[in-house]
DNA sequence: GTGAAAGCGCTAACAG
DNA sequence: CTGTTAGCGCTTTCAC
């Protein structure tokens, strides 16, 4: 194994350049204020020590860490599957990197692991949190808040305690919803279904109510509970056509779950569009553009929600501010969705 | 924002319960040598004031930090398209769990990641770090190795400093691309071609080697380079049936190209496997089992290399060795791999 | 068993 | 400009 090596101290660096601490400590940290020959020497006894700060040591005087932790509230299997997270995480890297902090991602499973990600963020490991993917019953927005870390969620959080005041990026998933409905109309369809996300997801039960805004009196037998997963989008898909087999349409609650859907309906001998139109939500492009046939879909800026996210925490922490600054007049930035149009619909 | 709040110290507590910090220190460490009724007052004390332990204060003094780094050598992009990581990463992370260590993810795209990512190692944030995925002209063992963190590597590390006496953990590569061509060889075919990796990465080198070991004297227009992607596979694939129409058996280097090698197959109308067997490297079930036909490929105990890493670098940590440690006769673990049969081939 | 005291390595006033 | 001096919050001898 690379072994363990003591590394050497500030001190060490001290005596060898025949400064004081502070001055390397000046140094080290960009050399504002110390004059260029005492520069180059401490330069050159960091160099040949091979040092480097010891972060504990600085955070614990600093109280900063230049890192921030992103936690998935899913298992790692589903969160490697969907290309969602790989999107958004993207965003926030660039943005994170842009300021010189570092990702820490925090996967959780189980309810254990919710613990032991509370405990980590609440241990001081990181200067805020960005939080994603919450489910109904998560007890993660209240351990979090008890944690007293700085935070932005991605996407609504519905639930737990410190929610009202919550920070969050989102789309417009219900005012989305209606727009992939209003284009079944416009094509028109009559017979439109849904299938939905995971609801105990708020962007599920967003899209869903979006939905029902304008099917109002839709029959309830349109829609089928699916989970976001292309196994649940062909689950979905085989109820609907049992229960009503003149279904026309159908708005599936993201793209990758459509894909099962079309699966399905490709299986069962139905055109897509000719015979059922579908659409999708997300428009994440290697899934969209290649399905068969390419998925017209609700667009919204993952990568740039990611961005945002970042950006939102990052001033937050800047201006020193949290739960004592002045409570912003909305705390929740909802993007705006539009419609891409393909094949399928 | 959830805000920040200065939290309660361990002084805080001390005075609360009415004892010195040196007995609530103890009582959160275990409480082993306090009398129960101490105990519980302390128990108390930090329930009332919600008392986390700062772990950079602890850290400082213990110089641990009960956190193991992953490092993924390959954009977001690529790490979440491939079930490969997910995989590994769930046994590593059932592996650090039961041992009380929390996970941290680094992913780096560039080469400004990869200094980064060495600052983030050299400064003590984590005990040590399991690496992936990396490349031929990767910085980053070398990074490490000044870092000075005790590492495992996944995969046999080709390139960079302290190489030579590396820890890794490995499939057997070449031995298991030795298993797939004689596979083939024992269906009859004779035109055997293979699709290889990312050659800049030690395992595409070791399952062309293997392939080479057994088609020593092969047409070496039977070789195309892929890189571990469907798309890499497709192109491959196109160019051998280009070079060698007559080809009648691929083994391609990992079951994801395999994918675009299956496509193109089928797209030049080539029954699988009746005109043209193909085999591929992994055994990754959702993929291989859902290809059309299921894929005949080389099975390699993914999630299981993972626990191992992670069981190689916690043992590590815990005898306190490192450099120092009298250096183990290998310091690879090299798992076996065996030919799993499906329909491809 | 419990407390007092000495640092871990660093930064941040404050003097000089 | 540079050095001296206090701690940051915690663990850990070492006395009691």
Known sequence: MTGTVSRPTLE???????VSRATVSRVVNGGDGVRE???ERVRQAVEELGYVPNQAARSLVTR???AVAVVIAEPETRVFADPFFALQLRGISKELTAHDSQLVLL?????DDHVRVARYLAGGHVDGALVFS????????GLIHGAGVPTVFGGRPGWGEGVREAVYVDCDNRGGARQAVRHLLGLGRTRIAHITGALDQTSAVDRLD??????????????AQ???????GERAMRELLERRPDVDAVFVANDLSALGALRVLREHGRRVPEDVAVIGFDDMLPIAEQADPPLTTVRQEI??????????????LGDGAGAEGPVPESSGVVLPTTVVRRASA
Chains 1, 2 share one sequence.
């Open 134 to 141: 919450l489910h109904l019953d998560d007890p993660l927005p």
């Open 303 to 316: 990568e740039e929600m990611g961005r945002l996210m970042a950006r939102l925490l990052i001033r937050g």
């Open 226 to 232: 699916g989970d976001f997963t292309p196994a649940g």
């Open 12 to 18: 060490a660096v001290a005596a060898r350049a025949g």
């Open 37 to 39: 020959p005492l520069v």
């Open 64 to 66: 900063r860490h230049d």
């Open 210 to 223: 979006g939905y029902r805004d304008v099917m109002a009196d839709a029959d309830p037998a349109l829609v």
């Open 107 to 111: 996967l959780t499973e189980g309810r």
